[in-house]
Nanobody
Framework: QVHVAETGGGAVQPGDSLRLSCVFS????????MAWFRQPPGKDREFVAA?????????FYADSVRGRFSISRDNQKNTVGLEMNSLKAEDTAIYYC????????????????WGQGTQVTVSS
């Protein structure tokens, strides 16, 4: 059984940086696509970023975070990270790590493996 666990959330001020990490363990399974989603207060879950298992690690970002966030993965450790820079109040959300055994997708319903989420709060 695959277990997904995120770490690294917290409360920061606008303009600060934060790094989230996620590990997929159990089941001898490495997701072809690893991704991050987030759910702002009172809103639906939304796509943030995804990275493929290709040797070049193709990455995809939501327009709202492109240029500020960076996703990366380590296939040997079965981990994915999200480096978040120049954080804004609108980045406040619960951040979820997700994995799927298929190509990249921005749809949450396409992912079968999810962590419990980690809270990120950006406030002055």
């Amino acid at each position: 059984q695959v277990h997904v666990a995120e770490t690294g959330g917290g409360a920061v001020q606008p303009g600060d940086s934060l790094r989230l990490s996620c590990v997929f363990s159990g089941g001898n399974f490495t997701p072809k696509t690893m991704a991050w989603f987030r759910q702002p207060p009172g809103k639906d879950r939304e796509f943030v970023a995804a990275v493929s298992s290709h040797v070049y690690g193709f990455t995809f970002y939501a327009d709202s975070v492109r240029g500020r966030f960076s996703i990366s993965r380590d296939n040997q450790k079965n981990t994915v990270g999200l480096e978040m820079n120049s954080l804004k109040a609108e980045d406040t959300a619960i951040y979820y790590c997700a994995g799927r055994d298929g190509g990249t997708s921005q749809s949450a319903s396409a992912y079968g493996y999810w962590g419990q989420g980690t809270q990120v709060t950006v406030s002055s």
